[in-house]
């Protein structure tokens, strides 16, 4: 799996992507139902969106890793119903 995805290639039914993205908005939300998360927007090479959010859990993991404005190349990988993103290296 050596080929860049685009957010647009993103489907439910692949259960592995890599992508190269810029993080052009992050937050931490916090509510009474979800804890504490990390809210992003994504965008790729073809201006292409997404939002993603770091559940509470892994809060710790993610945190230090990334920061608005930075690009990443992401490996997000399906399970069941649930997108778990690993983050590669930054660019």
């Given at each position: 799996m ?5 957010v ?6 692949k259960?592995?992507?890599k992508v190269?993205v ?7 939300q916090y509510?009474t139902a979800s804890?504490e ?10 201006g292409d969106k997404i939002?993603r959010?770091v559940?509470?859990d892994e ?7 990334l920061?608005?404005g930075?690009t990443k ?14 983050v590669?290296f930054?660019?």
């Open positions: 050596s080929a860049m995805n685009n647009s290639d993103l489907k439910p039914f259960s592995m992507w190269r810029k993080i052009i908005r992050l937050w931490k509510s804890g998360t990390i809210e992003m927007v994504f965008v790729d090479s073809r939002h959010t559940k509470k809060v710790g993991q993610f945190v230090h890793v920061q608005q930075q190349i992401l490996f997000l990988l399906k399970f069941f119903y649930f997108i778990h993103i690993f590669y930054s660019e």
